[in-house]
C-alpha cells in the first residue's frame, strides 16, 4: 500500500456490500406494508359525518318590539307564516300564557332558517315565564320555562314640585307604582288637591332581577306621603291565609268604607257651614254641604259601596242621586247635568263607578256638584270625617305587623337609624 493513494481493504467492500442489501430489503418491506395497510380518513366534524339531509340548519335570530296595535299574529304573518299556520302556533301558546299580557313594548323573538327564510321558532317572555314554539314535522311544539329571579327592595324618594306622577316618575317610579299609591292612599288623600309644591314622598318599592338580566317593578311595600300638613305612611302586610293588604302605622286597614272625594274637582266652592251667604237668595242660611267647582260635564263617582234610593228631580237640588250606604250612611249628588246611562232606583253601585256628571240644574249659579254625606237624617262635614276603617289588626297579627312596620320605618328613614347609631357609641 502507498502512501497518498485510498487503497480499500477487501473485507471492509464485502461488509459495505452486505449492509446496503440489508438496507434495501428493509425499504422494500416497509413500502410492501404501507401498501397493504387500509387507508384511515382525518378527523372529521360531527356536521360532516351526518348524511346531507340531516346536517343542521344555520339559523337566524330577530328580535321584534312589539308597538301599539301589534299582535302576535301580524308578526308571524310579517315574516311570511301563512295565516292557518299562524292560528295553530297560537293554539298552542294560549294553554301556556295568558295572550291578553302581551303588551306594546313586550319583545318577541323569531327564528329563521338563514337559507330559505321560514320561521323555525319564536320565544317571548310574559310574567316570570319564557314561551318557545318550534316547528317540528308533526307540527309545531310549545313549552314553557319558569325564568329565575330574586326579589329585592329599594327606596324612592322624591319631592313634588308639579304632581305626583311626574315627581315619581323622574324618582324612579312606575306608572303602575304611581296608580298603586293612588289606589292605597284614597281614602286619605285627595290627589287633585291635596299635594302642594314641597311635599315630599318616601317609597319602599319591590324589583324582580332575573337571571336573563331583566328587571320589572313590583308592589309598593311602604309608602309616606306628605299632604295637607300632615304625613300619611302605609305598609304592606301579607295575610296568613289569604292576600295582603295596606294598613297605616296603627294597624288600621287603608281601604276605608267611603273615596276621599267623589270626583276630580278645580276647588272647593263653598264648604260645609252653618252660617253661609246663599248666592240666590242673598240671605244668611246653612249650607250643610260641600259644592265642588268643576267643568261641566266632569264625571261624578260614587264615593263607598251602596243601594241606589233615589234618582231624579228634586226642586232645589235639580237632578240629583241619593245613595244609601252600610252603616245607615247616605251619599247625596246634586245640579247633575245628566245621569249616568242605565243607571236606576234600588241599582247596586261600587266605590269609584260613575252616577253623573257635573251640571247646573235646580238653584245653582255655575257648573259644580252640591254634595252631601248623612248619618240616618244629620248631615256630616264629610271633610272633617274621619272615614271609618274596615279593619284593625289584633293579637299575634298586630305584633307580626308591627315587628314589619319598624323594618320598613328604618328604610324609609335612613338619617334617622344612622343618628341612633351614632349615639349609641
Excluded at 168 to 182: D, V
Excluded at 217 to 243: C, I, K, M, S
Aim: no cysteine; proline share 5%; charged share 20%.
Amino acid at each position: 500500500m502507498r502512501i497518498g493513494r485510498l487503497t480499500t481493504h477487501p473485507n471492509i467492500k464485502t461488509m459495505l456490500g452486505n449492509a446496503a442489501r440489508r438496507l434495501a430489503v428493509v425499504v422494500s418491506l416497509a413500502a410492501v406494508a404501507l401498501i397493504s395497510a387500509p387507508f384511515v380518513s382525518p378527523p372529521q366534524r360531527e356536521s360532516e359525518r351526518l348524511p346531507r339531509t340531516e346536517r343542521p340548519k344555520t339559523q337566524s335570530r330577530i328580535g321584534v318590539t312589539l308597538r301599539s296595535g301589534d299582535t302576535l299574529l301580524g308578526v308571524l304573518k310579517r315574516f311570511g307564516v301563512e295565516t292557518p299556520s299562524a292560528h295553530a302556533l297560537l293554539e298552542k301558546v294560549r294553554p301556556l300564557m295568558n295572550v291578553r299580557k302581551i303588551q306594546p313594548g313586550n319583545d318577541v323573538h323569531v327564528v329563521l332558517d338563514s337559507k330559505n327564510k321560514t320561521v323555525e321558532a319564536m320565544e317571548l317572555v310574559v310574567d316570570d315565564n319564557l314561551v318557545r314554539v318550534k316547528a317540528t314535522d308533526a307540527g309545531w311544539f310549545a313549552e314553557r320555562q319558569e325564568i329565575p329571579f330574586v326579589t329585592k327592595s329599594r327606596l324612592v324618594r322624591g319631592t313634588i314640585n308639579g304632581s305626583l306622577y311626574g315627581a315619581g316618575i323622574a324618582a324612579g317610579l312606575s306608572p303602575q307604582q304611581i296608580l298603586e299609591l293612588a289606589q292605597i292612599f284614597e281614602s286619605d288623600i285627595d290627589f287633585f288637591s291635596d299635594f302642594h309644591s314641597g311635599n315630599h314622598f318616601s317609597v319602599i318599592v319591590e324589583e324582580r332581577r332575573y337571571i336573563d338580566g331583566r328587571r320589572a317593578a313590583g308592589r309598593v311595600l311602604a309608602a309616606e306621603l306628605d299632604a295637607e300638613n300632615d304625613t300619611f305612611d302605609a305598609f304592606y302586610f301579607p295575610g296568613q291565609l289569604d292576600g295582603g293588604e295596606y294598613y297605616n302605622s296603627n294597624g288600621e286597614a287603608m281601604h276605608r268604607s267611603f273615596l276621599r272625594a267623589p270626583l276630580s274637582y278645580a276647588r272647593v266652592s263653598s264648604p260645609f257651614s252653618t252660617n253661609r251667604l246663599d248666592p240666590i237668595l242673598r240671605t244668611v242660611q246653612p249650607h250643610l254641604a260641600i259644592d265642588y267647582a268643576a267643568p261641566a260635564g266632569t264625571p261624578v263617582v260614587a264615593i263607598g259601596a251602596g243601594r241606589v234610593e233615589f234618582i231624579g228631580w228634586q226642586n232645589g237640588y235639580g237632578n240629583v242621586v241619593d245613595i244609601r250606604h252600610s252603616g245607615n250612611y247616605t251619599s247625596r249628588y246634586a245640579h247633575f247635568s245628566r245621569f249616568a246611562a242605565n243607571l236606576r232606583r234600588g241599582q247596586s253601585v261600587n266605590a269609584g263607578d260613575i252616577i253623573g256628571y257635573v251640571g247646573q240644574t235646580g238653584h245653582a249659579t255655575g257648573p259644580h256638584l252640591h254634595f252631601e254625606f248623612l248619618h240616618g237624617t244629620t248631615k256630616i262635614n264629610f271633610l272633617a270625617l274621619r272615614l271609618p276603617t274596615i279593619q284593625q289588626l289584633t293579637g299575634d297579627d298586630l305584633r307580626r305587623f308591627t315587628r314589619l312596620r319598624d323594618q320598613q320605618l328604618a328604610m324609609l328613614h335612613p338619617s334617622s337609624v344612622a343618628q341612633s347609631a351614632q349615639k349609641s357609641f
